[in-house]
């Protein structure tokens, strides 16, 4: 089931998914005549051949799917179970055709490919107009199945044809099909026991397509190619020079026991700047002469950027880089608290807040 499903798939992508771009649809008709053999007979083959002749008309909707309307039909020849009498009788079957252009579906769609591969199912219903014969033969044989003067038929058929390109709307046709009738079509019942009166046709024909998109595709005529001509620049304005205001560098703070020291921060960022890394060593050594003082570290997020969760978490990683800068210039922890209040508490104006307080006790 799953290979089926594979297979199916596969084919549904190759032949909705390759569409051509300069396909019209069109329709066509096709004359053929031929022969069709019944393959539930014993008997000479030769003598069982009856001729058959085949009208259709179609539409090809795409690259690979059409559909057409054939009516066929001419004799059916049979052999009587006794004495392999041949007995026949005229018949005139309508079939609707669902027909899939292989050739394309496989290796795409050219409308002047000399030779196209496609198959066809369809349904019908044959109509036999007499069974003249059959009824004599009933008088000293037995048929069981014996119908008479008309009578109708199912019929299924699938098939294969090929298209042989001879001109821009003309193609050689060849078909093959078989038709799958009931039992009681040759008035009989099958010593083969199949169930079912099977036929073999063999057609040939044309095929003329009567618009729509020519066999031969057009050529294409190239662009006379255009001498370049650069377009003249234009001149830009000068733009006066204007040197970037100088990064105004935060006032030292005094450090005392009971003092707050401020270490900012850059935008969503926890990394200590640059600027702020002498504050953080005069703290340092504040520290160090004074051995019996303690810090609380305070740090903030500024509420105008980003959210409640980010800010939170952003102001806990700013005190976390300050505490692992002063222990790793050797200030024990046991002396180092720490609190982080996000964008709750606002305790600096405008940008300042993005900053943890070194609080001295």
């Known amino acids: 089931m799953k290979r089926i499903t ?33 393959f539930s007979e014993a008997g000479d083959f030769a003598k069982l051949l ?49 027909t ?38 009933a008088a000293t044989e037995y048929f069981g199945a014996l119908w008479q003067p008309v009578k109708s038929f199912w019929s299924i058929r699938p098939g294969l044809g090929l298209d042989l390109r001879l001109t821009d709307r003309i193609a050689l046709n060849l078909e093959c099909d078989a038709h799958f009738y009931p039992e009681t079509f040759n008035s009989r019942i099958c010593e083969s026991k199949l169930g079912f009166d099977v036929h073999m046709a063999v057609l040939g024909g044309l095929k003329i397509n009567l618009g729509g998109q020519p066999r031969r595709p057009k050529p294409v005529v190239a662009a006379p190619a255009q001498e370049y001509k650069p377009a003249p620049k234009k001149e830009e304005p000068k733009q006066e020079y204007r040197p970037e205001p100088a990064r105004q560098e935060p006032a030292e703070q005094p450090i005392y026991q009971g003092a707050d020291v401020d270490i900012f921060f850059d935008l969503n960022k926890s990394v200590i700047r640059d600027d702020q890394v002498n504050t953080l060593n005069r703290l340092v050594s504040f520290m160090r002469n004074t051995p019996d003082a303690k810090l609380k570290l305070d740090g903030y997020a500024d509420k105008q950027t980003g959210n409640a969760e980010i800010n939170q978490e952003l102001s806990e990683q700013r005190v976390i880089a300050v505490r692992q800068y002063l222990v790793s210039r050797g200030i024990d922890q046991a002396r180092i608290s720490t609190a982080a209040h996000g964008d709750k508490v606002q305790p600096f104006s405008g940008e300042k807040n993005r900053a943890v307080t070194c609080r001295i006790r």
């Open 6 to 38: 594979l297979v199916l798939s596969l084919f549904a992508a190759i032949t909705f998914g390759a569409a051509a771009q300069d396909f019209t649809p069109y329709p066509y008709i096709q004359l053929q005549g031929g022969a069709s053999y019944d």
């Open 50 to 98: 009856s001729p058959a002749a085949q009208v259709t008309i179609g539409y090809r909707f795409d690259e690979f799917w059409g559909a057409r309307l054939a009516v066929n039909g001419w004799n059916a020849k049979h052999a009587s179970l006794d004495t392999k009498t041949i007995y026949g009788f005229q018949f005139v079957q309508p079939n609707l055709d669902l």
């Open 100 to 137: 899939l252009d292989w050739s394309s579906a496989i290796f795409g769609w050219r409308p002047d490919r000399p030779v196209s591969v496609y198959s066809f199912v369809g349904a019908g219903l044959a109509v036999g107009l007499e069974n003249k014969k059959a009824n004599e033969l």
